[in-house]
């Protein structure tokens, strides 16, 4: 009888035992290191985010909202963004920019309102796009016939690289400002000023 009593508590004791252990194993598993999440990387490791950008010129207010995308080691012009072909311009979205008031791009008067921004990047010469349909995914949706305009620019080329794409409004008097946008080693500049209303 004292035996089985005996050998009853050592079952017992190993099978609290190896609960225990249990236990313990699944409290580690959960407190692994945990995964690292998007907001704590590095900035120039995070795939596109979301930015936008804001300037006043003049009487006009402008704002650009867009998906900034990283170089992250890759090449960029002839490479991810093809040369020759439209470009949304940022990421997963059009980039959309906005004008409070009504605007001239060399001689042409633009409407205020909201556009979508594109570009057809080349070696030695882009072409800068408005287009009437801002609320569009990448280049799927564009049609060549809802463009406002179309503008040739000379690409500044071999700056210090930009490892994000960036787009600024600068002021530069007189109702007068540019669009700039810079990524990678390269940047091209939109004139554009305000229209007086007489």
Not at 83 to 98: L, M, N, P
Not at 142 to 170: F, S
Request: charged share 25%.
């Amino acid at each position: 009888m004292k035996s089985y009593i005996i050998i009853t508590w050592i079952a017992m004791l190993l099978l609290i035992s190896c609960q225990n252990q249990n236990r313990q194993e699944q409290k580690d598993q959960h407190h692994h290191e945990p995964a690292v999440q998007a907001e704590t990387l590095p900035e120039n490791t995070k795939k596109s985010i979301p930015k936008e950008a804001h300037g006043q010129v003049g009487n006009v207010h402008v704002s650009i909202s867009y998906y900034s995308p990283g170089v992250r080691g890759r090449i960029i012009y002839g490479g991810l963004v093809p040369f020759g072909e439209v470009w949304v311009t940022g990421a997963h979205s059009a980039t959309k920019v906005s004008f409070s008031e009504n605007i001239e791009i060399e001689g042409t008067s633009i409407p205020k309102g909201d556009y979508a921004i594109f570009t057809i990047p080349g070696e030695e010469k882009w072409t800068f796009i408005l287009n009437k349909n801002w609320e569009q995914h990448l280049a799927d949706d564009y049609k060549q016939e809802e463009d406002v305009i179309r503008v040739e620019l000379t690409p500044e080329v071999d700056l210090p690289i930009a490892e994000r794409l960036i787009y600024n409004i600068e002021d530069k008097g007189n109702g007068k400002g540019i669009i700039k946008i810079q990524w990678e080693k390269r940047s091209i500049s939109l004139p554009f000023e305000e229209i007086i209303a007489h």
